[in-house]
């Protein structure tokens, strides 16, 4: 092997390493930011539904539950909110039977 074939062989194996270590980076980075944009999202939603059930008057588990249907769909989510003694307060409803997998427009 001559000198110019061994500077080739060194230069495209450094090159594939800096690429393969940039794009674990950038992979790593992205599943990170998926993750937290996913449990914020979640938080929020959590976080309105409560307020919305309890501080609004006019909101009962029926209509929550038209509210959470017409709303952005977190993949199988379910939402339930309970009192401080641990009483079961809303639940959304979506659990896993027929009835609940008839998607509506």
């Known amino acids: 092997m001559n000198i110019r074939q061994k500077l080739a062989l060194q230069f495209s194996l450094i090159v594939i390493v800096v690429l393969g270590v940039f794009s674990l ?10 993750r937290e944009d996913f449990y914020s999202r979640l938080e929020s939603r959590a976080i309105s539904s409560a307020n919305l059930l309890l ?7 029926s209509l929550q539950r038209i509210i959470d249907r017409n709303s952005f769909v977190i993949y ?9 003694d641990g009483q079961l307060l809303y639940n959304n409803g979506f659990e896993k039977s027929p009835e609940s997998l008839d998607i509506q427009n």
């Open 76 to 84: 199988d989510e379910r939402t339930s909110i309970y009192t401080a």
């Open 55 to 61: 501080r609004v008057q006019q909101v009962d588990s």
């Open 25 to 34: 980076i950038i992979y790593w980075q992205s599943a990170d930011y998926r």
